[in-house]
């Protein structure tokens, strides 16, 4: 929660400056990219990024690039979105790659949260709020089995949609 108050309190300085919105919006990217780093010297960003490693490179590729020609989802720059349509922070904790894997839910719950800002900073909403060990529990027990595609294929359909609203 550091990082939470410390971009709290850029923006605050920024604010008595009397600086205008963009130099807010490129503080608290600044400050947002800070703590990531930080956050990936932690032992417990390590951890998640060793558990990637035996469980998760084999399908998506160490960099989470995938192979989306073998139906293998490309993470970099994509996988975030999913946290901007209803349904879609649920879909990542319950595809079958993230169920199945052999790290125990204290586990599965911080390598989601480290895949986000590691494949896809850009698209993590401003008020996301890290997966709970509580929640990745509950999901865990209705994993998506043969109906992962079809969901994902309606949360990108929602996706699209909503972007071409914009
Ligand atoms: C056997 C191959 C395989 C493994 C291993 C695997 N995944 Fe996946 N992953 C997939 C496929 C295929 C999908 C698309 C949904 C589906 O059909 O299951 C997917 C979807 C995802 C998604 C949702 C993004 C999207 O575009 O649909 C995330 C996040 C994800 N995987 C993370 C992980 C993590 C973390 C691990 C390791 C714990 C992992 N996967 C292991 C094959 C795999």
Redesign the pocket.
Known sequence: MKFIALKISLLFVATLVGANSHAQETNSKASQTTSNAQYFQTYKAKKARQD?IL??Q???KIDGTGRPDK???N?TG??AK?LTVDGGREY?SR????TN?SVNDADLAE?INW?LPRFDPDNIPADFKPYTVEEVTQWRKHPLSIQ??QT?ESLLAKLSHNNSQK
């Open positions: 990637w469980n998760c084999g399908c998506h139906g293998l989802p993470l994509e996988v999913f990542l595809v079958p790659g993230i894997a390598l895949l992962a595609p994902r």
